[in-house]
């Protein structure tokens, strides 16, 4: 429902709206459904022993899997989901041989349990998971549950429920033995479990066991049922991976929590207090207990257990107080060697140690001035594909570097971006997410020597504006206090010199997120460029802000001083560039508009309540207006909140917000508009009952995409 509060204006709207189709009809402008009609491609999964890929698209609302396999990767869709319900399909798992995918169906509940039901169906919303064969026929739900574990040989899928594992078989013909009954648990063992992994001959299961202040790595022998624990202590145990072979488990160990929550954080001379040097009872060495006790104070070690045995060794650990490997959460087997991401200096990157024979320091495996983000390894483990902005910043290209470390090679370049590389069984090629500037993310392949990929999917539909669009340009400005940050500039094909049109200036959300010079490989962020491209073809200067605390420049970008609830420092970025649109010789600096989602609803807010000077209206999707719950009108986080500027807000706004928003509370909005009522501030309300964050249905992002257009006409293209 759209309320609009101030002055009557409805009529008003009507004819305005009647006449700017009109007119993009006229000019041959391309309209908000042509250039958000392609399908989004994500989730790009490759099978281990097949030359097979799968994927998830989104396509205007309705969500399948689709399929694909060499010599020509002609993509196929597997189900047939062809409305737009706000059913989402996430956690897709391919089996070793590429025959069978698993998916849930269903969006996450939220805190009450309460599954997402943005249609508000009057049967309430399923979340289930579902499998469908990759030669054919109709897919099949298995169970309500989440977090699949795929067998690898596609015969069993594992899933949690109330810290016990249970397993469901995934062929519908299969008798349903005690074992496999998803309504009782595959075993009951003490604590709570978690995190299975199979191993590679989908004999054994490797669990996390969290015991409170301790937990153990567990393996449950399906065929001869029963548990044995990886060299049990004190200590917190996570992340087990397997060999390739199946027979040695790594995994990380952190201290156990001292006393429970008596000495936490006390310096009393335990591991956990991070004393170094002080003396600790180690216990007996004897099969199953732990070869070595904490002597330094180190926070974090990886080990290496025997499954049979239940031995474990010390692989590796940290020097006493090292606080920078306590952001490592998960290893991975690869080849002979542990790989994981560790932000060691001003970037995150991969590194590498070798299981057999010791090593000091972990090898970096990518290496530079950029961060390493998505991964895939070669079937036999011994190399890993990365996606990185090293050597260009504002975009992302895959590298090629060995699991043991060495030369890394650049696989692709240029002015595309690439990223989720899915490396195929045989290492002839390699499948990747790849968008452009006018390009919206595919599905391509490409040669593992390297080269231009070739995109297999979507086919973009014949009315998809690919020569209409801009090619954005990167522009570096400075804060007020020195900092320099980048932005992306959407300059109309049309601008004359000296013509001053209205501005938008865009923030993404996250707030760590990085906006790139190209479409976006996340969901939301993709059709905001989107809509970008689709201002600036309607005759608006854009401007899409990399303010501090964003990916992609480094730590130090990212955890800038006085971020946030401390100081909202970002924001000086946001004025910054503001006062940039107001000086650029081809803006009209009376009608400058901003617009975001999430945290970049909380800069859009906090815009228009400190800057009202410079921002003439803006479009706040499900913002924070007060930072946490303190209405301290002196404390800092009070003072960092759009709230707190609210005698300075005269500009329009337009909000935006799903009820069932679990990210940030609708209360946020709540209270905003009793603010705004309060102070007799113009505002219109579009709220979308039992709809979560950013919205699951297409139809309703229409309805935002085209209020948000229709309210920049008339406050910033009409004014």
Not at 424 to 432: F, K, T, Y
Not at 640 to 658: E, F, N, Q, R
Not at 685 to 713: E, Y
């Amino acid at each position: 429902m759209i309320h609009r509060t101030g002055v009557r204006i409805g009529a008003v709207v009507a004819v305005i709206t009647l006449a700017t189709a009109s007119s993009v009809l006229a000019q041959g402008k391309f309209t908000i459904e042509q250039i958000l009609g392609p399908a989004y491609p994500f989730e790009l999964v490759s099978a281990r022993k097949a030359d097979r890929i799968a994927w998830i698209a989104y396509e205007r609302g309705m969500r399948n899997v689709y399929t694909a396999a060499a010599p020509d990767f002609r993509p196929v869709r597997l189900t047939s989901n062809l409305e737009d319900d706000g059913n989402d399909l996430t956690s897709l798992r391919i089996s070793d041989d590429g025959s069978v995918i698993v998916f849930i169906r269903g969006h996450a509940p939220n805190r009450e349990g309460w599954i997402a039901n943005p249609t508000s169906d009057t049967r309430g919303g399923e979340r289930a998971i579902w499998a469908v064969r990759t030669d054919g026929g109709e897919p099949w739900k298995l169970v309500e549950a989440a977090n699949p574990v795929l067998s690898p040989d596609g015969r069993w899928v594992l899933f949690t429920r109330d810290g016990q594992l249970y397993r469901v078989p995934v062929d519908r013909r299969e008798i349903r033995s005690r074992a496999g009954n998803p309504e009782e648990p595959l075993f009951l063992a003490w604590g709570t479990n978690s995190s299975p992994r199979w191993s590679p001959d989908s004999r054994k299961i490797a669990f996390v066991s969290n015991r409170g202040d301790h937990s153990y790595i567990g393996v449950y022998n399906v065929e001869n049922p029963g548990v044995t624990y990886l060299a049990p202590g004190v200590d917190r145990d996570s992340s087990p991976t397997w060999s390739s072979d199946g027979k040695r488990i790594a995994f990380i160990r952190r201290p156990g929590q001292a006393f429970g929550s008596q000495l936490s954080g006390a310096r009393s001379g335990f591991p956990g207090s991070r004393m170094p040097g002080r003396p600790v009872v180690e216990e007996e060495e004897r099969p199953g207990l732990v070869r070595s006790a904490f002597k330094g104070g180190y926070t974090l070690s990886f080990w290496v257990g025997d499954v049979e045995t239940g031995e474990a060794e010390e692989l590796w650990h940290t020097a006493p107080d090292d606080t920078v490997f306590v952001t490592v959460r998960s290893i991975e087997w690869a080849s002979d060697n542990v790989v994981f991401r560790v932000e060691r200096n001003n970037w995150r990157h991969y590194y590498s140690l070798p299981v057999s024979g010791r090593r000091d320091e972990p090898v970096n495996l990518t290496p530079g001035d950029g961060i390493a983000e998505y991964v895939g390894l070669s079937s036999e483990g011994d190399y890993l594909y990365y996606a990185t902005n090293v050597g260009d910043i504002d975009r992302r290209h895959i590298w090629r570097t060995r699991t043991r470390g060495g030369r890394t090679r650049q696989l692709t370049e240029g002015d595309m971006i690439e990223t989720y590389p899915a490396v195929l069984a045989s290492g002839d090629r390699v499948a990747v997410l790849q968008a452009g500037a006018n390009q919206p993310l595919s599905v391509a392949t490409f040669t593992a020597r390297g080269g231009r990929p070739e995109v297999i999917f979507p086919e973009l539909p014949a009315d998809f504006p690919l020569e209409e669009q801009v090619i954005p340009g990167n522009v570096i400005l400075t804060a007020e206090d020195g900092l320099e940050f980048r932005n992306q500039l959407f300059l109309p094909k049309d601008l004359k010199p000296g013509e001053r049109r209205p501005a938008v200036l865009f923030t993404h959300g996250g707030p760590q997120r990085q906006m790139l010079l190209g479409y976006h490989y996340m969901h939301f962020y993709h059709m905001a460029y989107a809509i970008n491209q689709y201002l600036a073809n309607q005759g608006y200067v854009v401007i899409s802000v990399n303010y501090r605390s964003g990916i992609g420049y480094g730590r130090e970008f990212r955890n800038a001083p006085d971020r946030g609830s401390r100081g909202n420092s970002e924001y000086q970025d946001v004025e910054a560039a503001g006062r940039y649109l107001q000086n650029h010789p081809n803006v009209d600096p009376e009608r400058i508009g901003l617009w975001g989602l999430s945290y970049g609803g909380i800069l859009t807010a906090q815009g228009l309540a400190r800057n009202s000077d410079i921002f003439s209206a803006g479009v706040d999707i499900a913002g924070i207006h007060l930072w946490g719950s303190s209405i301290d009108t002196a404390s800092v986080s009070y003072q960092s909140s759009s709230i707190a500027a609210i005698d300075k807000w005269t500009s329009p706004v337009l909000l935006i917000h799903g009820d069932d928003d679990r990210n940030v509370a609708f209360s946020q909005t709540t209270g905003l508009v009793q603010l705004l009522r309060a102070y007799d501030i113009y505002h219109e309300l579009i709220v979308f009952p039992d709809d979560v964050h950013d919205s699951l249905l297409f139809d309703r992002w229409l309805i935002t995409f085209n209020a948000l257009d229709d309210f920049f006409t008339r406050f910033l293209k009409n004014k």
